[in-house]
Structure formats: structure tokens, C-alpha cells
């Protein structure tokens, strides 16, 4: 068993544009990906009106896409996500707790309605996003943290 972080960070200097996130064949504007120790992978998902739906993610594309951002190289095995958005041609990442992207997949499922999710789903995903962008400190700038995840003084 593991303690799952409660640091949420951003990258606010990562540019993305629409040929990475193509890349990553996602077929929708949300998605997290984590490193599965047991599997020795990382593993890509994004939210679905079935669930968390799993995307096929090879080795160079991650590093090719994911891997030169200084998010990457923090990221804990098993317990944090990288978090991605993309909307209105840009795209945001975050490193979070992994229990918040399994939160953000369960809200979605449970208010998708028609084709693109309707507008409770959107409204909803909007207010969760403004959440962790309230809660991320910029990568470099984060308080030191003591291996149970108190914050240190």
C-alpha cells in the first residue's frame, strides 16, 4: 500500500499544441496518464459516459510527448497523475493524486448526457478544472513535503 500526494502542480511553461495531443490519440479533451508499477507502464485513460476508458499508449510517444516536461520526472508510480486539458486550442497539464482523476471519471459518467456530455457535464468539468488550477503551484515552486505527506514546515 501506498499514501497517495496531495500536492497538486502545474507546468505553466509546457506548450502544447494540437499535433501532441493528436499523438496521443485521445479522442476527447481530457485525459490522465500514470505509472502502472506492476505493469512497468505508463497507462493512459480518459473519462467516458462508460467509465475510465483505457488508450493505448507506446513508450516513444510518452517520452516523445509527455516525457520533456519537468512534470514527468515527478511523477509517483501508482499514486499521481498527469492531468490534461485541452480546450480552445490549448492544452494544460497538472501532476495530481490519482483519486482525483477516478473523482473527475465518476462525475463524468454520472452526468453525461447526449453526444458531447451536455451542459451540466461541461459546467461540471469546468468548475473541477478551476479547482485544481486553485489548488497547483507551479513545478520548482512547492513546499517541501516529509514522505507521509505532511507539509513541512
Known amino acids: ?4 500526494p496531495d500536492r497538486y502542480l502545474s507546468d505553466p511553461g509546457h506548450r502544447w499544441d494540437d499535433e501532441a ?3 496521443l490519440q485521445i479522442p476527447v479533451g481530457v485525459a490522465f496518464f500514470f505509472r502502472n508499477a ?4 505508463l497507462v493512459a485513460l ?3 459516459p462508460a467509465g475510465a476508458t483505457e488508450s493505448e499508449l507506446d513508450p516513444e510517444t510518452w517520452q516523445r510527448v509527455l516525457g520533456a516536461g519537468p512534470l514527468a520526472s515527478l511523477l ?11 480546450s480552445q ?3 494544460v497539464c497538472y501532476l495530481v493524486p490519482i483519486d482525483i482523476c477516478y473523482e473527475l471519471v465518476g462525475r463524468m ?5 447526449g453526444f458531447d456530455g451536455g451542459a451540466e457535464a461541461r459546467s461540471a468539468l469546468d ?7 486553485r489548488r497547483a503551484v507551479p513545478a520548482g515552486r512547492e513546499p517541501a513535503t516529509a514522505p507521509t505527506g505532511e507539509r513541512r514546515p
Do not use: K, N
Not at 500500500?1 to 497517495?4: A, E, I
Not at 509517483?76 to 485541452?86: I, S
Open 76 to 86: 509517483e508510480p501508482d499514486v499521481e497523475a498527469l492531468l490534461l486539458r485541452r
Open 46 to 48: 480518459y473519462p467516458s
Open 109 to 113: 459518467r454520472m452526468l453525461w448526457q
Open 89 to 91: 486550442g490549448r492544452t
Open 21 to 23: 495531443w493528436e499523438l
Open 127 to 133: 468548475a473541477f478544472f478551476a479547482e485544481v488550477e
Open 1 to 4: 500500500f501506498r499514501t497517495v
Open 38 to 41: 506492476a505493469l512497468d507502464r
